[in-house]
T-cell receptor, first 116, second 113 residues
Framework: DAGVTQSPTHLIKTRGQQVTLRCSPKSGHDTVSWYQQALGQGPQFIFQ???????QRGNFPDRFSGHQFPNYSSELNVNALLLGDSALYLC???????????????FGPGTRLTVL | AQKITQTQPGMFVQEKEAVTLDCTYDTSDQSYGLFWYKQPSSGEMIFLIY??????QNATEGRYSLNFQKARKSANLVISASQLGDSAMYFCASNTGGFKTIFGAGTRLFVKA
């Protein structure tokens, strides 16, 4: 049973460029969340996708956008990259349990993005 | 709004001893979940333990236990019999309604041989 997978592992871009990160959820999971983790900080919630729609969004600008496909995989797109976008981007999947608070998330290994 | 506070940037513990990592939370919701994750240097977040706001018993998972004090809004993680492999970053997090999860700044644990 494959866990959450993310690609690529590492990525180097320059300011102003655009980047697409990919995530495949754990088998049986239909909800995908994206987090940004800057060096030395805790992960910050970007947004969550369920049924191909964005359910909730954190405090991130519109430069950050996403998509979920019918097979539940997801993409995170970042436009007009800034130096401050350099971070580890984590994808987490979970089985939807309605409004229950127990939402154990399984995280992928992350994509480390460096913006020069 | 939810907020998680971890006041210990770094902690040292001798191998085979127990260690407590502190976490306080702030939420106005009545129903919420509290989590602890471990993040080794490889970067992957590993789920350790969960406590629901209505759970009366403290959660335990092997060598991990969560000391839940609702009135104080604290959810400390206790690791018993520390091992060298426990050296990592540890994050406390909270979640309401299954949507976004809020993480603290983390505590780096160093286990000494």
């Amino acid at each position: 049973d494959a866990g959450v997978t993310q690609s690529p592992t590492h990525l180097i871009k320059t300011r102003g460029q655009q980047v697409t990160l990919r995530c495949s959820p754990k088998s049986g999971h239909d909800t995908v969340s994206w987090y940004q983790q800057a060096l030395g900080q805790g992960p910050q919630f970007i947004f969550q996708y369920y049924e191909e729609e964005e359910r909730q969004r954190g405090n991130f600008p519109d430069r950050f956008s996403g998509h979920q496909f019918p097979n539940y995989s997801s993409e995170l797109n970042v436009n007009a990259l800034l130096l401050g976008d350099s971070a580890l981007y984590l994808c987490a999947s979970s089985p939807l349990r309605g409004h229950q608070t127990y939402n154990e998330q399984f995280f992928g290994p992350g994509t480390r993005l460096t913006v020069l | 709004a939810q907020k998680i506070t971890q006041t210990q940037p770094g902690m040292f513990v001798q191998e085979k001893e127990a260690v407590t990592l502190d976490c306080t939370y702030d939420t106005s919701d009545q129903s919420y979940g509290l989590f602890w994750y471990k993040q080794p240097s490889s970067g992957e977040m590993i789920f350790l333990i969960y406590q629901g706001s209505y759970d009366e018993q403290n959660a335990t998972e092997g060598r991990y236990s969560l000391n839940f004090q609702k009135a104080r809004k604290s959810a400390n993680l206790v690791i018993s019999a520390s091992q060298l492999g426990d050296s990592a970053m540890y994050f406390c997090a909270s979640n309401t309604g299954g949507f976004k999860t809020i993480f603290g700044a983390g505590t780096r644990l160093f286990v000494k041989a």
